[in-house]
C-alpha cells in the first residue's frame, strides 16, 4: 500500500531538482540563528569553506529503485500568503536561502510557535516533485525526532511549509559553539536518531543526509530529524551516488548498490564528529576523501580519543563497519549497552 501512489524519477530530473537543494534552503533555517560562519564540523581545525561540503549528486541511468510520490494532496492551495493570515501571525525572516525565506509564525488558535518556510517556485526550474515528495514523507511521519510538518500551501508562484519552531537550533551550532559533547549527550543524541532512522527503515524510508547540520534541537535534551530533500522510498538496491561527501556511506561511493546501512554509516560518522569534534576523514580533495571513506580506517590512538570510553569506541566500531550487513539495523543500536549506560528509552 505504501508504495501504490510511488512514482520512479526520469532522466535528470531528480538529479536537477534536488542539487537545487543548498544547505542554506534546509530547514536548518528555522530557528531565526545567524547565518552559518562558513566553517565546517567536516574537518578538523582546516577551516574549509562550506561549499566544499554541498550535497553531490550524480546522475545515473540505474534510478529505477528510487520511489518517490507525485503530485502530494496534503499540499493545499491557496491564492496569497496573506490567505494563511487567518490562521497565522506572520512575524519577520528569520532566516534565507537561495530559493526559500522563513518567516517566525504563531498559530492563532492556540499561540502555537511556527516557522513558515517561503520557497519560490520559480527557481525551481519546474521541478517541483521533491517538494511534494517530502511534504508526502513528512505527513506519513508521526515521531518525536522527526520534525514535524504541521501545514503545506502552495499559491501559482511559491510553496508555504509551516514547521513547528526549534528555538535551541540545530546540532551542527551547539558542536561548532563546545567542541564537542559528553559522552551522555552524545550517547541520547545517538539513540533518539537511531530510533528515528528504525521508525523511517520500517517505513522503507532511508533519509540518505544524516549530519549535524539536520538534527533540530526542540528541547536541549531532544533532536529531531529533518531536511528529506535526499529521501526516498527504497524498491531495492540504490545506485544514485548523492549526500554529503563526508558523511557517504563507503557503499554510495563504490557504486555497487545501496540501501538503509547507508543512513547507519552516517549516524556513525556523526557520533564521531559528536565525541571528537571532527569527522573520521578528513581531505580538501575530495577524490582522497573518497579514498579514506572507502578504506574506512578508524584512528582511536588520536589524542582526542583520550578519555573516550571502550563502550562508544565499541558502537562506532559497529556503525562504521566498511561491510554494511555487519553493520547493526537501526533499531537495534537504541540497545547497545553504551546507549543503556547512559538510561536512553526507546521511543
Not at 54 to 72: A, C, D, L, V
Not at 153 to 167: H, N, R
Not at 213 to 227: A, G, I, P, T
Amino acid at each position: 500500500p505504501l508504495v501504490a501512489g510511488l512514482v520512479c524519477c526520469q532522466g535528470t530530473t531528480l538529479c536537477q531538482a534536488i542539487a537545487m537543494r543548498t544547505r542554506s534552503s534546509s530547514l536548518s533555517t528555522l530557528h531565526g540563528k545567524r547565518q552559518r560562519t562558513g566553517v565546517s564540523l567536516d574537518r578538523n581545525n582546516n577551516h574549509v569553506r562550506l561549499d566544499r561540503q554541498q550535497r553531490i549528486i550524480h546522475n545515473t541511468s540505474k534510478h529505477q529503485n528510487e520511489g518517490f510520490f507525485g503530485t502530494s494532496e496534503n499540499i493545499r492551495e491557496v491564492e496569497s500568503r496573506s490567505c494563511l493570515e487567518r490562521y497565522y501571525e506572520i512575524g519577520n525572516v528569520i532566516g534565507q536561502g537561495n530559493f526559500s525565506r522563513v518567516f517566525f509564525a504563531q498559530r492563532r488558535k492556540d499561540e502555537k510557535l511556527c516557522a513558515l518556510k517561503e520557497i519560490e517556485k520559480q527557481q525551481l526550474r519546474g521541478k517541483w516533485f521533491f517538494i511534494e515528495n517530502e511534504v508526502e514523507i513528512l505527513q506519513m511521519c508521526s515521531h518525536p525526532n522527526i520534525c514535524r510538518l504541521v501545514d503545506a500551501y502552495k499559491t501559482s508562484t511559491k510553496y508555504l511549509l509551516v514547521f513547528e519552531y526549534a528555538q535551541n537550533g540545530d546540532l551542527f551550532e551547539v558542536i561548532h559553539r563546545e567542541g564537542k559533547l559528553p559522552e551522555s549527550d552524545a550517547a541520547l543524541f545517538t539513540g533518539q536518531t537511531a530510533s528515528a532512522l528504525a521508525y523511517l527503515h520500517n517505513r522503507k524510508i532511508v533519509h540518505r543526509d544524516i549530519k549535524p547540520e539536520n538534527l533540530l534541537l526542540v528541547s536541549k535534551k531532544q533532536v529531531q530529524l529533518c531536511d528529506f530533500g535526499l529521501a526516498c522510498t527504497v524498491l531495492g538496491p540504490l545506485f544514485r551516488v548523492c549526500g554529503t561527501p563526508t558523511y557517504c556511506a563507503p557503499e554510495i561511493l563504490r557504486e555497487t548498490g545501496y540501501g538503509f546501512p547507508v543512513d547507519v554509516w552516517s549516524l556513525g560518522v556523526l557520533l564521531h564528529v559528536m565525541l571528537v569534534g571532527f569527522a573520521p576523514f578528513r581531505s580538501t580533495e575530495r577524490s582522497r576523501l573518497f579514498r579514506l571513506i572507502t578504506q574506512g580506517r578508524l584512528h582511536f590512538d588520536l589524542p582526542e580519543w583520550k578519555g573516550i570510553s571502550s563502550k562508544a569506541r565499541d558502537l562506532l566500531s559497529q556503525l562504521m563497519s566498511t561491510s554494511p550487513s555487519k553493520r547493526p539495523a537501526a533499531a537495534q543500536i537504541p540497545t547497545h549497552p553504551w546507549i543503556r549506560e547512559f538510561h536512553y528509552v526507546a521511543t
